[in-house]
Structures are given as structure tokens and as C-alpha cells.
Nanobody, 118 residues
Framework: EVHLMESGGGLVQPGGSLRLSCAASGFTFGSYAMSWVRQAPGKGPEWVSG????????YYADSVKGRFTISRDNAKNTLYLQMNSLKPEDTAVYYC???????????WGQGTQVTVSS
């Protein structure tokens, strides 16, 4: 059973930074591409970033390119998202997911809230 647990969300001022983590279990983490997806209040899910299993290739939505960095530690079964220069429009629940650009909801974590506000 795929189990993903995000952490690291919180309230941050515009221009601030946060680092999200996602602990994976129930599958061979190092064999799968992973991604981050977010959902803002009243909106549909938005793909944010993806990383291949060996970290060689990373991908970003235009809205976060240059500000967010995805990474992973396969030895620790953990996915990360470093978010810098945060903007109010980054406010959302952030989910990690098994898959590069899309994944069924059953392959998402429970999410962590990120709120960017002064």
C-alpha cells in the first residue's frame, strides 16, 4: 500500500521560504518518479513539480520555476520541495504523489497546508 506523509507546511510572510518533506513507505521509493501537486481553496489541483527516480531530471510549472526546487533522498525514502520567494498565490494544500506529472488520488499523501500572508 502506497503511504505518503507530507510535513513542513505553515504560515509564512511573502518573500519567505519553507521546505516541505514527504516520507514514503509501502513501495520501492527509489524506483518511482515523484511529484508535488497543490490545491488552492476553490480551485482544482495544480501540478507543481516532478522528479525522476534517479534525480537526473526535474520539471517545474512555470508558476514556480526559479523559486521552487524539488529533490529526493532515496536512502531515506523522502521527497522534498524547497520553496523560496513565496507569494500569496502559492497558498494551497501541497501534496506529494507517486508519479511524474499525474497520479490517481490514491497515490497522494494527506497534504500539508502552506499559507503565504502578511
Amino acid at each position: 500500500e502506497v503511504h505518503l506523509m507530507e510535513s513542513g507546511g505553515g504560515l509564512v510572510q511573502p518573500g519567505g521560504s519553507l521546505r516541505l518533506s514527504c516520507a514514503a513507505s509501502g513501495f520501492t521509493f527509489g524506483s518511482y518518479a515523484m511529484s508535488w501537486v497543490r490545491q488552492a481553496p476553490g480551485k482544482g489541483p495544480e501540478w507543481v513539480s516532478g522528479i525522476k527516480s534517479d534525480s537526473r531530471d526535474t520539471y517545474y510549472a512555470d508558476s514556480v520555476k526559479g523559486r521552487f526546487t524539488i529533490s529526493r533522498d532515496n536512502a531515506k525514502n523522502t521527497l522534498y520541495l524547497q520553496m523560496n520567494s513565496l507569494k500569496p498565490e502559492d497558498t494551497a494544500v501541497y501534496y506529494c504523489a507517486r508519479g511524474l506529472r499525474s497520479a490517481p488520488r490514491s497515490f497522494w499523501g494527506q497534504g500539508t497546508q502552506v499559507t503565504v500572508s502578511s
